[in-house]
Each structure stands twice: as structure tokens, then as C-alpha cells.
Nanobody, 124 residues
Framework: QVQLVESGGGLVQPGGSLSVSCAAS????????VGWFRQASGKEREFVAG????????YYRDSVKGRFTVSRDNAKNTVYLQMSSLKSEDTAVYYC?????????????????WGQGTQVTVSS
């Protein structure tokens, strides 16, 4: 069966850096674009970043541009989200999701498979 497994979350101080990963199995990974979403407590899930199948194009929400970097290694079936200059408002559960189209979408409904999420907490 298809599995997306996030890892690397944790507690980090404001201004710090953290990298989360999404390891995929059970699907032909390079046929899927991947999006990163986050959901803070009491809020709706929101798009954070996305990367196309080949990794040639990336997209970011405005509030993370210049601070977050999404990348992928198709040989390892893994997508990464590197986060720097973290702020308290980045605190959320971070999810990766796979989309068999190559159109990076900010809509939750566009994605076919989801991971279980990893908690990122930015606090002093």
C-alpha cells in the first residue's frame, strides 16, 4: 500500500532551523508532485510548499519564501523541507502529500495520498 512518512519534526527556538523529510513507498514516486502543508491548532490546513515530479519547479506560500526550501531525491523516494529563520507562527503539524498530476495545487482535495504529519514547534 502507499505510505508517506514524515520525520524530523521537533522543538526549535525562534530563528532556528529544522529539516523535515517525507519518505514514500508503494508508489512510483517520480510520477507524483509533492506538496507540503501545515495545520496549526484550531486552524485549517494550509499549503506551504510544493515541488514538481522532476524537481524542476518549486512553489511557496508568501510567508515562507526565502526561509523554506523544498527539494526531492527521486532515487531515495524522499522529499525534504528545509526551514530556517523559524517563527512562532510556523508552529504546526506538517504534512506531505502526493499528487499524480504535475500541477502544484494549494487545495487539499487535489492530493491523492497523505502522510500522518510531524509536529514542528517553534518556541523559546
Amino acid at each position: 500500500q502507499v505510505q508517506l512518512v514524515e520525520s524530523g519534526g521537533g522543538l526549535v527556538q525562534p530563528g532556528g532551523s529544522l529539516s523535515v523529510s517525507c519518505a514514500a513507498s508503494g508508489l512510483t514516486f517520480f510520477n507524483y508532485a509533492v506538496g507540503w502543508f501545515r495545520q496549526a491548532s484550531g486552524k485549517e490546513r494550509e499549503f506551504v510548499a510544493g515541488i514538481t515530479r522532476s524537481g524542476s519547479r518549486t512553489y511557496y506560500r508568501d510567508s515562507v519564501k526565502g526561509r523554506f526550501t523544498v527539494s526531492r531525491d527521486n532515487a531515495k523516494n524522499t522529499v525534504y523541507l528545509q526551514m530556517s529563520s523559524l517563527k512562532s507562527e510556523d508552529t504546526a503539524v506538517y504534512y506531505c502529500a502526493a499528487d499524480r498530476t504535475d500541477l502544484i495545487s494549494g487545495y487539499v482535495s487535489q492530493y491523492d495520498y497523505w502522510g500522518q504529519g510531524t509536529q514542528v514547534t517553534v518556541s523559546s
